[in-house]
């Protein structure tokens, strides 16, 4: 069974880092694009960022480009978003995401 396993989320100030992780245990990984999303509370769930499955081409929404890196080691089957300059905006659940396959999310939230 496919599972998607996000972690890393937590309480962070504005301007703060944090990296999260998405574990992909019975997957294989290192066939398949895979994407972040974010819900931020009370709004619709929105796309942030892609890898191709051989990590050479990214591709991210403009509110994070400059901010945010997303990178897998297809080695460990895990996937990672690298967050900086965090945002009280950037306070969302965030999912990982590959074909019809999602992770249940980690909350991120940025205030001081």
């Known amino acids: 069974q496919v599972q998607l396993v996000e972690s890393g989320g937590g309480l962070v100030q504005p301007g703060g880092s944090l990296r999260l992780s998405c574990a992909t245990p019975g997957f294989d990984f290192r066939s398949s694009g895979m994407r972040w999303y974010r819900q931020p509370p009370g709004m619709e769930r929105e796309w942030i960022a892609s890898?191709?499955?051989?990590?050479?081409?990214?591709n991210y929404h403009p509110t994070i480009v400059g901010r945010f890196t997303i990178s897998r080691d297809n080695a460990k089957n895990t996937l990672y978003l690298e967050m900086t300059s965090l945002k009280p905006e950037d306070t969302a659940v965030y999912s990982c995401?590959?074909?019809?396959?999602w992770g249940k999310g980690t909350l991120v939230t940025v205030s001081s």
């Open positions: 890898i191709t499955d051989d990590g050479e081409f990214t």
């Open positions: 995401n590959t074909q019809t396959y």
